[in-house]
């Protein structure tokens, strides 16, 4: 799927915050989302209360919040997207990685010097929702 209008599921995604504790077990840090829950984040404790569910796990690389690419691609169209290595396990940034000083992401400026369009899920939908 484009992003000619996101779902909702995908713009709660984009303001995920993994400092935000587990509304259920305080100690835990909510770093799945649910996809099909109208409450989207969950911990590793409360996962398995959706193991039928569509889930996605969020963690940070480079400081950054990323998806895995195995996960996420079942949902969305990633195409134009710069895929990341992680220790092995390829991943998307949620959010731009920002850097105004070169010029490549058509978003947000960012470049790595890949003939790539888009450095994060968040910019290419910025650029279909204008």
């Known amino acids: ?7 909702l ?5 984009l303001k995920f915050d993994l400092k935000e504790r587990c509304h259920v077990y305080s ?5 799945y989302y649910c996809i099909d829950c109208k409450r989207n ?4 404790r409360c996962d398995h209360d959706h193991i039928n569910h569509n889930t996605l796990l969020i963690f940070k690389y480079d ?31 949620l959010e731009s990685k920002g850097n ?11 470049s790595d010097g890949l003939p790539i369009k888009f450095c994060s899920i968040a910019c ?6 204008c």
């Open 27 to 31: 100690v835990c840090i909510d770093n």
């Open 41 to 44: 984040r969950l911990c590793y």
């Open 1 to 7: 799927m484009d992003f000619v209008t996101p779902p």
């Open 100 to 110: 105004p000083s070169v010029s490549r992401c058509e978003a947000c400026s960012h």
């Open 9 to 13: 599921w995908l713009e709660k995604l």
């Open 124 to 129: 290419k939908v910025n650029i279909y929702m």
């Open 63 to 93: 400081g950054k919040s990323v998806v895995l690419v195995s996960e996420v691609s079942e949902y969305i169209n990633i195409s134009n997207i710069i895929i990341e290595d992680c220790d092995g396990d390829k991943v998307l940034f």
